[in-house]
């Protein structure tokens, strides 16, 4: 990685910024640039899936993830000028802390003329044992 600023982060951000879903789940972009993207979703009792345990709704994790996998193919060397998921496959490798906020990190590995592939994962508090792990496909579209 370079130390030169990522001409595509900053409009990568505002995009993002300006989702109402991004905002109504107060997610933010932690860092991003260069086909990674890290971001993060504070804990809230709206997102609970479950009252008796008070887990943040798998779903929530999922939108996390799918926004922070398109983020990072936004802000690839060779991204495209908008992107859309085509698949996204997530494991859920255990629950999440209650009261603890996910951060998601996702990094663009692969790029052809018409599709880019994602990793990423999800973890809480306890970055050592991620929430949930995923790899996805997202459309590439080069012009307008």
């Known amino acids: 990685m370079t130390d030169t600023p ?8 505002q995009f993002i910024e300006a989702l109402p879903h991004c905002k109504a789940l107060a997610m933010e972009v932690v860092e991003i640039g260069y086909g990674r993207a890290v971001m993060s979703m504070p804990w809230d009792e709206k997102l609970v899936g479950d009252p008796g345990t ?10 996390l993830m799918d926004t922070c996998g398109g983020t990072a193919v936004m802000t690839h060397p060779n991204g495209p000028l908008t992107t859309a998921t085509l698949d996204l496959r997530i494991d859920y490798m255990r629950p999440a802390t209650p009261g603890q906020g996910i951060t998601a990190t996702a990094t663009c590995y692969h790029m052809t003329r018409t599709v880019a592939f994602v990793r990423a994962v999800a973890t809480d508090d306890d970055t050592e044992n991620p929430v949930a792990a995923a790899t996805g496909a997202f459309t590439v579209t080069t012009s307008s």
Do not use: N
């Not at 595509?8 to 951000?13: C, N, S």
């Open 54 to 63: 008070g887990v943040i709704h798998g779903g929530a994790v999922s939108s």
């Open 6 to 13: 990522d001409p595509r982060a900053e409009t990568a951000r």
